[in-house]
Antibody, heavy 121, light 108 residues
Framework: EVQLVESGGGLVQPGRSLRLSCAAS????????MHWVRQAPGKGLEWVSG????????GYADSMKGRFTISRDNAKNSLYLQMNSLRAEDTALYYC??????????????WGQGTLVTVSS | EIVLTQSPGTLSLSPGERATLSCRAS???????LAWYQQKIGQAPRLLIY???SRATGIPDRFSGSGSGTDFTLTISRLEPEDFAVYYC?????????FGGGTKVEIK
């Protein structure tokens, strides 16, 4: 059974940093791309970033470029999101999602339950 | 960036009725790489359809997807009580990956 468990969310002040983690199990982690997708309270889904199976190809939504950095550790079956210069509009539930393929430009076939990030002073 | 527009915003139907949800893209979606997701309150999204018309594993055949280019449709042939939820389309023909704003299917 595929399991994706996010952690690292919490309350953070504007301008500060936070690092999210996602622990994956139940599939061959290094065969698939991985993603972060977020959902602001009461709003729709927004893709944040994706990373290919070997970290060779990475993509970001325009509003996250330069502030967020995605990475993975295949030896630890883990995905990460380093978020810097956080803004109030980054407040959201952040989902870890498994890609349907090795490359990151794909759909998301499994999702975690999310970790909540709240940016507020 | 491809912008996806979903309509209607809300669909009010009764169990047993047919639901037709639309997703329109601002430009042609490469290879018809269009997916649909269902999200219930307090839950993570679930993949329903990929490649515009292929059902994901375990998805009942009352869910079907169709369309190509810029116009795509998700059809639920007969609504079951568990189908009342929010539905999102997503394109993966090009980066950045983008979602539509969602259609809420509510009980009439």
């Amino acid at each position: 059974e595929v399991q994706l468990v996010e952690s690292g969310g919490g309350l953070v002040q504007p301008g500060r940093s936070l690092r999210l983690s996602c622990a994956a199990s139940g599939f061959t982690f290094d065969d698939y791309a991985m993603h972060w997708v977020r959902q602001a309270p009461g709003k729709g889904l927004e893709w944040v970033s994706g990373i290919s199976w070997n970290s060779g190809s990475i993509g970001y939504a325009d509003s996250m470029k330069g502030r967020f950095t995605i990475s993975r550790d295949n030896a630890k079956n883990s995905l990460y999101l380093q978020m810097n210069s956080l803004r109030a509009e980054d407040t959201a539930l952040y989902y870890c999602a498994k890609g349907g393929y090795s490359g990151y430009i794909r759909y998301f076939d499994y999702w975690g339950q999310g970790t909540l990030v709240t940016v507020s002073s | 960036e491809i912008v996806l527009t979903q309509s209607p915003g809300t669909l009010s139907l009764s169990p047993g009725e047919r639901a037709t949800l639309s997703c329109r893209a601002s430009q042609s979606v490469s290879n018809n790489y269009l997916a649909w997701y269902q999200q219930k309150i307090g839950q993570a999204p679930r993949l329903l359809i990929y490649g515009a018309s292929s059902r994901a594993t375990g998805i009942p055949d009352r869910f079907s997807g169709s369309g190509s280019g810029t116009d795509f449709t998700l059809t639920i042939s007969r609504l079951e009580p568990e189908d009342f939820a929010v539905y999102y389309c997503q394109q993966y023909g090009s980066s950045p990956l983008t979602f539509g704003g969602g259609t809420k299917v509510e009980i009439k």
